[in-house]
Each structure stands twice: as C-alpha cells, then as structure tokens.
C-alpha cells in the first residue's frame, strides 16, 4: 500500500485547502464537544452534590445564604476570601432522605443510618460515629438547593450551546469533506478514462471491456468511500481518542492510565484484521471484474448465445462466478461480524465494571467525586465511538487499498501522450520496406514486406484468412509498430509522427462497423466541429445513402443506439462509409468494406468509390475478387509474404495463385447462378 497511498495522497493535495479547513473544523469540533462532560462533572461535583460541602452560618441577607429555622447559612465555597464565618453545620444524604447535621468536622465517607434523631456513620474498620441530625422536607431540602438554580441553568444552557456548535461544525466538516472526496474521485476517473485513450489497442486483446469498466466505475467508487468514509473516520476518530486521553489526565491521572490499554489493544486488532481482510477483498474485487467482464461479453454475444441454445452453460459459468464471490463476501462478513463493534462493546462494560467496583471500594481515592467517575463514563463512552468507526470502515478501508492497487496498476500502463498538434495534408505515399512484424516474440505474422503505393493509387490485399492482410492496415494505422523494418508516408518514418498527427489524414471503414450512441448524423461528423452538416449531407450523398437515410422518421437525426443495432448491416456500413469520406482522408482504408452489403447495395457503393479513390492513396482488403479488378496494385499474401503482386489481368497471365482464388471464386458464383 506504501506507493499506492502515496499516491492517494497526492490526489488529496489537490484539494488540500478544503481538506485542511475540515480537518481545523473537525479539531474545534472536538475541542467543543469535549468540554461538555467537564461542564457536567462541574454541575454534579459542584451544584448538585456541592450540597454535603460544610455550610457555615452567615448574616441574613447575604448572596448564596439560605434560611433554616432560626438562622442563615452559607455553603464554604460561596465564601469571600477572608469573609467571617459563624458555626459549621452539614447537609448529608442518607437513602433518599437529606439531613440537617448541627455539628463540625463530620466526615465524608462512610456508610450513612438515620435512627432516633441520630445520624450514623459506620467506618470500615467497624468503628461509628453518632451526630445529632433533623430530617429536611421536601421544600426545606429544595431551599438549600436555591442558591445553585442559576448555575446549573447556566452551565445546561453552555452545553446545549455547545452541542448545537459541535453540529454545525460537524456539518460544514462532512460537508467539505465530502466534497472533496467527490472532486479526488472525479478526477481520477476522469484520468482513469484519460489514461485510457492513450492505451495502445493491444492493451484491450488482453483485458475484456468489462474488466476496464469495472475499473473506471466500481473500483473508483471504493476509494471515494476511502476518502469519505474511512479517511473521515479515521482522523476524527485518532483525533477524539488523542483529546479524549488528554482530558481523561487533566480529569484523573489513574483513570487516564485505566484508559490507555485501549490503544495497543485497537492496534493490534487493526494488524490482525487487515492480515484477513486484505486476502477476500483481492478475491472479491478480483471476481466482481469478472463477473463484469462477463456479463458485458453475455450481454453483447446474445444472439449467439441463444441461437446455439447456451443459456444453461452460460447461466452456469454466471453462477460459479457468482457462488465463489458469495463465498468470499460471507467470509469478509464473519470476519466483520467477529472484529466489529460488538467487541469494543465487551471491552467497555469490562472496563466500566472495573471501574465502578474499584470506586464504591474507594480504591481511587478520594480525588474521584461521582462527578468525576461520571465525566470518565461520559468520556469512555465517547471514546468508544470513535473506535467503532475506525473498526467499521477496517473493511472500506482494504475493499479501497485493494481498488487503488487496481487503479493504480491500470494507470502505469505505459501509453502514448494524445497530441493536439496538427499537421498539413500529407500526399499520401506509401512505402514498406522489410517490414517483419509479429504479435508475439517469436510468432512473425509478417515477413519482408517490401511495396510501396503512390498518391491515388488503389492497392489491393487479398490471401487467406491470417495470411497478414489486416496486420499491414493495422502497422500502417499504427494500432501497433513496427520493430523491424520501416513504414513511410511522403519519405517521412510513421514513427516519427505522433499517431494523431498521422492519423488525421486516415480514414478506415470496418468490416464490422462500429456505430455511437447518437443520431446518424453525429455519426458521419463524430461531433468533429469542423464537419459542417452540408459536409455530412455530402459525404451520404457521395456513398448513395442520402435518399435511403431521409427516408427514417428522423432523417438524419434519428437516434442511434448503442452499436448501431436497430440499423442493417448495410445501411451500418454505409454510415461509416460516409464518416470516413466526410474526413476527406489522403490514405482510405478498406477492410473488408463491402462484405456485408446486398450486391446492389455494393453496386451503389462501388461507383461512388470510383469517384472518391481519385487523389487518395486506397488499401483495400477483400475476399470478393470481383470487388478489385480495377486496382492499381494488387498483392497476394500467404503465411505472411507478398507472394504475387500486379494489377488484375497481369496476375491472370501469370497463372498463379491470384488466378487460381478467381477462377475458383467465378466457378463458385458460377454454380450458384445454375
């Protein structure tokens, strides 16, 4: 994770000054909502069991002073500095009952019984002592509590402010985190999608479309939940414990050291959960790509999977994906289920247990008042909070550990920076010289490939199915490049252009046409603003599709869908026909062009090339030999190697392969005309 977090924190520094402003925030949050169980020991220690404090007699009238029977009495701590006080009395509970104690020295501790006037307190060493006492009524008992009405309401009117600020703050807290962390994501993904564009197309024979999807949505997601969640958990909740332990000292040194277990204890819990978590969730991500990468092939191989009756295999193959991510969720959900809250819960109520037996033993001495035990309570309690969130987001935390590492790997992918450099219209000459290529080490697809096709010119490529033909479109589009040998247009090496400055003068028409999600027209135009809508209208006109597309309740405008699939293969075909020829290319490429269009549809498209070829450099692959009795250069390819090249009627002289793949292809159509 070193690297990788690294780098999620250089995503963070983007937007540091938010994430700081929180962060200060969250700090004064804190700050706030820590006084609140000192403002309550105040209120318990001070104004509600401040009552058992010695009360000595004063003048009447005097602040704070209180009337019972004949005199007036003060409690010690209402006193001035130097101010005369008159005989000590005390104010001690007993069961539910206070009492009047008119005498001195009366001590605090000690087990408290009312008999006969006398008011009792046994020691625990057996000793007791016996103090002249009245019961105080309800309304005698509410006067001595008087004088502390005002600070109490005070003191409860501070600590709702309090709350009410530690709120606010906490929103604006969230809120600018939260934010944040969307803008991080938003930019990720954005350099994710980026980073993509700049993949050679190699990268994607290897890695299914969904596995990249799953990468640039669900992954992404989960470090969202990183920096919203597990991040805001994580540093609110090292801050709370680090001020909790803080006040915990200033309240009570034991208690504080009662308290510091917790910490080594929340690591170690920590390592060993990560040690687990961080095995299931890379299955878990692992499968849930898979799962993705197969729904997306099921999805877009539909026809066939029905067709062929492969429902059941396919619905099979689905679920032991499925069952095995199930699994691995149920484990990852054990091992929640296990280290989760429930847990802390234990840890606490041991603690408080200890805690309160070692205080009714007076094991803590007399500093710890109930308003002190109450406040470590109050502060335990709170500390726990914390702790479970840090727990609680241990699984976000790895489910983002392990979806950066795929990000990340994703990212290193070496690429090729997208250019936005331009150049002029190059003439379009094409030369090969002893270009060897293969896709694998040690596999050459193509072997001393040597021609060259001058401004204009038609040539042709014609072989058996992986004699080579697409491998030479796919060097010259640079797809992939060329290790050996030399590819040149006008005398330029291709390598020395950026493949978008090479490629803004190409053109290409598949044999399986890819279509946008769309209208028609952005389809020609690509939503390339220099494609005017005259230029879109011209190229269909110029492919003979114009009529047959105005035709559509839309025109030109009528909705494309996702890969073209409620259009023909024809009418598909065409649309990229004429997108390729809006671009007004200097070399077009034809990769088995015409292979899915009817004959009269061909027809139509035929003439209009014979037009559009003029000026332009044009390879063209085809199976149909018929398609190319008009090139200019035609080059019969077998296992890699240019094995016959000429124009059509001087291959026919030679006799050779080129005329034995004709004359078979014309006995063929021959035997299907009978």
């Known amino acids: 994770m070193g690297n990788n977090g690294k780098r999620l924190f250089q995503y963070a520094l983007n937007y540091k000054k938010p994430i700081i402003l929180a962060l200060v925030l969250l ?74 104690v008119d005498a001195a020295g009366v001590p605090n501790t000690g087990k408290r019984t009312f008999e006969s006037g006398k008011l009792t307190i046994s020691k625990e060493d057996g000793s007791k002592q016996l103090y002249p006492a009245t019961k105080l009524s309800v309304g005698e008992t509410y006067e001595f509590y008087k004088p502390e009405f005002r600070s109490i309401f005070l003191l409860a009117i501070s600590y709702v402010g309090l709350l009410l600020i530690g709120a606010m703050l906490a929103y604006w807290q969230r809120l600018l985190l939260q934010v944040s962390a969307n803008r991080i994501v938003r930019k990720m993904r954005n350099d994710v999608f980026r980073h ?55 309240l009570d040194t034991n208690l504080a050291l009662i308290a510091l277990p917790f910490i080594p204890i929340l690591y170690v819990w920590i390592v060993i959960y990560r040690k687990f978590a961080a095995k299931y969730n890379h299955v878990i991500r692992s499968r849930l790509s898979d799962i993705n990468g197969m729904i997306n092939e099921s999805i877009q ?43 802390v819960n234990v840890f606490r109520n041991v603690l408080f247990i200890a805690v309160v037996w070692m205080f009714a033993g007076d094991w803590l001495g007399t500093a710890v008042t109930v308003g002190v035990l109450y406040a470590f309570i109050d502060y335990m309690n709170r500390m726990m909070h914390p702790i479970v969130g840090i727990v609680n987001q241990l699984s976000n935390l790895e489910v983002a550990r392990v979806s950066a590492e795929r990000v990340f790997t994703l990212l290193d992918e070496p690429g090729v920076e997208v250019s936005d450099s331009r150049m002029d219209r190059y003439k379009g000459n094409v030369a090969f010289k002893d270009v060897t290529f293969g896709y694998k080490p040690g596999e050459d697809v193509l072997k001393n490939i040597n021609f060259s096709a001058r401004q204009g010119q038609t040539v042709a490529l014609v072989g058996h199915t992986g004699s080579g033909k697409s491998s030479i479109l796919n060097l010259l589009f640079r797809f992939y490049d060329v290790e050996r040998g030399e590819i040149s247009i006008d005398g330029v090496d291709v390598r020395t252009l950026t493949k978008q400055q090479l490629r803004q003068h190409m053109g290409i028409v598949l044999q399986d046409p890819f279509l946008f999600t769309g209208t028609i027209a952005s389809n020609v135009s690509l939503d390339d603003p220099s494609i005017s809508r005259e230029k879109v209208e011209q190229a269909l006109r110029d492919v003979g599709a114009y009529d047959m597309f105005m035709q559509l309740p ?61 000026g332009r450099t044009t390879f063209v692959i085809a199976h149909r030999l018929s398609t190319i009795r008009a090139a200019d250069q035609i080059l019969v390819l077998d296992r890699g190697q240019i094995m016959e090249r000429g124009n059509h009627d001087e291959l026919m002289q030679q006799g050779g392969k080129y005329f034995a793949m004709y004359q078979l292809q014309q006995g063929a159509a021959a035997e299907i005309v009978a």
């Open 301 to 343: 191989g539909m026809p066939i999977i029905q067709a062929f009756r492969k429902e059941k295999e396919t619905m099979a193959e689905f679920n032991e994906m499925n069952d095995e991510y199930f699994k691995y969720q149920n484990k990852l959900l054990t091992l929640n289920s296990i280290t989760s809250h429930n847990l």
């Open 196 to 250: 993509i564009q700049r993949l050679p197309v190699q990268y994607f024979d290897n890695l299914p479309a969904g596995k990249v999807v799953a990468r640039v949505t669900n992954d992404t997601e989960a470090i969202r939940e990183l920096y919203v969640s597990v991040l805001a958990n994580f540093f609110s909740g090292i801050i709370y414990i680090v001020a909790i332990i803080g006040a915990l000292f200033l």
């Open 27 to 100: 700090l004064v949050a804190v700050g706030v909502e820590l006084v609140g169980p000192f403002l309550a020991k105040r209120m318990i220690d001070t104004n509600i069991m401040g009552i058992e404090k010695p009360w000595y007699e004063t003048k009447q009238g005097e602040k704070y002073a209180v009337s019972y029977r004949e005199g007036w009495y003060k409690r010690e701590d209402h006193f001035r500095e130097g101010e005369a006080k008159g005989k000590e009395v005390r104010v001690l509970q007993s069961g539910r009952s206070y009492y009047f």
């Open 554 to 614: 839309g025109g030109l405008d009528e909705p494309v869908i996702e890969k073209g699939s409620t259009l023909s293969a024809g009418q598909r075909q065409l649309i990229s026909f004429a997108r390729a020829l809006a671009f007004d290319p200097a070399i077009l490429i034809l990769d088995e062009a015409t292979a899915s269009i009817d004959t009269e549809t061909e027809a139509i498209i035929q003439g209009a090339l014979n037009v559009l070829k003029r």
